[in-house]
């Protein structure tokens, strides 16, 4: 069965970096879209930013492009999300969601907080 784990969520400070991972399973990892959304609280859950985990492709939120890079390793059958420069705003529940023969998979997410 697909089965997408988050983890790297934590604490930071404005201005600081986190990276967190999403590991896959269950599905053909190397010919997929993998994709990062977050929710703050009380907000809808907002696309960030895609791969194209057979070409490497990706796509940003105009929020999130120039600070964030989404990156894969096939091998690992892991994405990640190298996220910079933080701001309050970018505070939520992270998750990684696939879509495999039309279904939506999510993981159970990764709360990010930015906050002094």
């Known amino acids: 069965q697909v089965q997408l784990v988050e983890s790297g969520g934590g604490l930071v400070q404005p201005g600081g970096s986190l990276r967190l991972s999403c590991a896959a399973s269950?599905?053909?990892?190397?010919?997929?879209?993998m994709r990062w959304f977050r929710q703050a609280p009380g907000k809808e859950r907002e696309f960030v930013a895609l791969i194209v985990t057979f070409s490497g492709f990706t796509n940003y939120a105009d929020s999130v492009k120039g600070r964030f890079t989404i990156s894969r390793d096939n091998a690992k059958q892991t994405v990640y999300l190298q996220m910079n420069s933080l701001k309050p705003e970018d505070t939520g529940v992270y998750y990684c969601?696939?879509?495999?023969?039309?279904?939506?998979?999510w993981g159970q997410g990764t709360q990010v907080t930015v906050s002094s």
């Open positions: 969601k696939v879509t495999v023969q039309l279904r939506d998979y």
């Open positions: 269950g599905f053909s990892f190397s010919n997929a879209v």
